[in-house]
């Protein structure tokens, strides 16, 4: 069955570039949407944004200044990139198969920690 | 803030029944049948448990069921057992540019 990897720095610093990236094994990641969710310690999920595997984004309005998804189809890749990082994007990071109606399949999820 | 509203905590005892209400608006949880639900137990990723409003993945225990009224979605679980103890969070798709919105979650414990 398909599963999810998020995978990248455990640790960046402040004003820098978090980049994450997400594999998908067991399945194709083409024709659907994915997505990047984040989870602060204690907190809900927020939904940071998506990519169809033509390139199309869709990215919460909260964020969008700051993000930047990419897909790369010949690796089952799809990436995140969050510019200026401060202490408040410290979260666990998900990634996961959007169907627009769900998030069907979950990534087990990674910790990033905004610190010096 | 969350964009759709949910009760903080929620308890029962093994076998009874409890409900999870999620309110939103009509931009959202009341303009679209795109109501799902997750369930997560400490250090987990969300589990999909309802899509659709009332849908059961595969898998999926039958004693877990959704329904919605106007705004309000609602899940019910009955027959609680021990392993029902979690938290669960509610999801909607929204017509405004943020498109997915989350309730804030709600911390089931079964007593």
């Known amino acids: ?116 | 803030q969350s964009a759709l509203t949910q009760p903080a905590s929620v308890s029962g005892s093994p076998g009874q029944s409890i409900t999870i209400s999620c309110t939103g608006t009509s931009s959202d949880v009341g303009g679209y049948n795109y109501v799902s639900w997750y369930q997560q137990h400490p250090g987990k990723a969300p589990k999909l448990m309802i899509y659709e409003v009332s849908n059961r993945p595969s898998g999926v225990s039958n004693r877990f069921s959704g329904s919605k009224s106007g705004n309000t979605a609602s899940l019910t679980i009955s027959g609680l057992q021990a392993e029902d103890e979690a938290d669960y969070y509610c999801s909607s798709y929204t017509s405004s540019s943020t498109l997915r919105v989350f309730g804030g979650g709600t911390k089931l414990t079964v007593l």
């Open chain 1, 1 to 116: 069955q398909v599963q999810l990897q998020e995978s990248g720095p455990g640790l960046v610093k402040p004003s820098e570039t978090l980049s994450l990236t997400c594999t998908v094994s067991g399945g194709s990641i083409s024709s659907y949407y994915w997505s990047w969710i984040r989870q602060p310690a204690g907190k809900g999920l927020e939904w940071i944004g998506r990519i169809y595997t033509s390139g199309s984004t869709n990215y919460n309005p909260s964020l969008k200044s700051r993000v930047t998804m990419s897909v790369d189809t010949s690796k089952n890749q799809f990436s995140l990139k969050l510019s200026s990082v401060t202490a408040a994007d410290t979260a666990v990071y998900y990634c996961a198969r959007d169907f627009v109606r769900d998030f069907d399949i979950w990534g087990q999820g990674t910790m990033v920690t905004v610190s010096s």
